[in-house]
């Protein structure tokens, strides 16, 4: 055949492709749009947020949405409720998208585990992620044996969520042996996680372009800046618990709380105190057997309010009200404070400090006060007066004293003393409803 009879089927080819190019394009409708269900999570991981990550799940799958994006910050948190909340994310009947932001955040610890469980695990510049080391609930290092059994089953965990998303293995390792850490573009260039996005917007551009997994183990593709936002609201228990699970909070409900029963303990019978103050310490016990709490500083708190509560009984001179300060203030440094955790801030601790001091110290003070001053009321308060007769018969009859009629009775020392009506007499004491007299300038 010769090369001229080869150009008509040439260019029937090429207008063939040509005619189903332009078929293409005229059936292809507009780029898909996506619904992105947003939920956050900025607090220590707690029962609270796994509770949140569960509604916020139902919530996205009931309406339809194509991907959960978390935007997460946290210090981490409990193992327990981390592997909660990694079963959660591993069997959503959607993507879930974990992004560390905004600049500044963290992803520490228990967050680790939840960025490594993600679909797509993103970054904000300036955040950091790792120090995932096992440390006792106190903030103590576990012992030997305790410790490689820990390590050893959190190895296996992340190597099996870190090689699922095709992410580097070795690294999560060395983040729970040696609480490796690195910044977001750290992360990005040692594979640990896929994408550092300046905000939202970007981030669902790169997913856009990259392709989101899905459950098939296809990958979705999508226009990112047609991406429709939908936020999640928490409800009011989520509210209250991550309110009451605030560390700050949790501190402040155990000083209210010891405050509280330091008066009742004290004023035996004002009832309000006592209950406010229970009530108090228990909600902060709750929150501190959730919170990663220190032992130490926990038993400092508490050493404090009996130092105060012993001033009351004991003249120190001032002596336990200056200790029970020291032991609430070093108390307060340490509730929070160990690997990974900063503690309360002391903007918080040095004005909290002062005014629970100064309001206990007052009030060991006028209580210290009142017990050695004269009873003010009562049968004792009529001890020292004079009484005037109005009957008498041999060695007992009726006095009037402070607008009120007695019984009296004379005293052994004064038997045969002369008491006539009209008499002054002075009382000495008392034998349950009847005085104890003398005659004035009798034998006593």
Request: contains cysteine; aromatic residues 6%.
């Amino acid at each position: 055949m010769s090369a001229t009879s080869l150009l008509p089927a040439r260019a029937g080819q090429g207008i063939f492709a040509l005619l189903l190019l332009v078929a293409l394009l005229l059936t292809a409708g507009p780029a898909r749009a996506v619904t992105v269900f947003e939920a956050s999570i900025a607090a220590s991981i707690s029962p609270a947020q796994a509770d949140m990550l569960d509604d916020a799940l139902r919530t996205a799958a009931e309406r339809r949405a194509d991907m959960l994006l978390l935007f997460l910050d946290t210090p981490g948190g409990s193992i327990d409720v981390m592997r909660r909340m990694v079963s959660a994310i591993l069997n959503a009947p959607l993507p879930v998208v974990v992004y560390v932001a905004p600049a500044g955040a963290r992803a520490a610890s228990a967050g680790m585990f939840l960025t490594a469980a993600a679909s797509v695990a993103a970054m904000a510049p300036q955040t950091t992620i790792g120090a995932a080391s096992p440390v006792a609930a106190g903030g103590d290092d576990i012992g030997s044996t305790m410790d490689k059994k820990i390590r050893n089953d959190l190895h296996a965990l992340v190597r099996g969520l870190a090689d699922k998303h095709g992410r580097n293995v070795n690294w999560y390792k060395r983040a729970v042996d040696q609480a490796a850490t690195l910044t977001a573009a750290e992360a990005v260039a040692e594979k640990v996680v896929d994408c550092i996005a300046v905000d939202k917007a970007d981030l669902l551009v790169q997913i856009g372009k990259r392709g989101l997994p899905t459950a098939q183990g296809g990958r979705l593709r999508f226009d990112g800046s047609q991406a429709q936002f939908v936020a999640f609201e928490p409800g009011l228990w989520y509210g209250l618990l991550s309110w009451l699970l605030d560390p700050q909070i949790a501190y402040i409900l155990l000083l209210v709380g010891v405050a509280g029963l330091f008066f009742e303990l004290t004023t035996p019978g004002a009832i309000l105190p006592g209950v406010v103050g229970g009530l108090s310490l228990l909600l902060a016990l709750y929150a501190l057997s959730v919170l990663p709490t220190n032992a130490a500083g926990l038993l400092l708190l508490l050493f404090a309010g009996g130092l105060f509560l012993l001033e009351v009984h004991v003249t120190s001179f001032g002596l336990l009200s200056l200790a029970g300060v020291g032991a609430l203030f070093l108390g307060s440094l340490l509730l929070f404070r160990f690997d990974g955790h900063t503690g309360l801030s002391l903007s918080l601790i040095l004005p909290t400090v002062l005014g629970v001091s100064a309001i206990l110290i007052g009030a060991a003070w006028i209580l210290a006060k009142a017990q050695r001053q004269k009873p003010r009321t009562g049968v004792e308060t009529l001890i020292g007066r004079r009484a005037t007769v109005r009957r008498w018969d041999g060695q007992s009859g009726k006095v009037f004293v402070h607008g009120e009629i007695w019984d009296a009775r004379l005293v052994p020392e004064a038997n045969g003393a002369v008491v006539a009506p009209g008499q002054d007499i002075v009382i000495t004491g008392f034998d349950a409803f009847t005085l104890l007299v003398t005659v004035p300038d009798a034998p006593r």
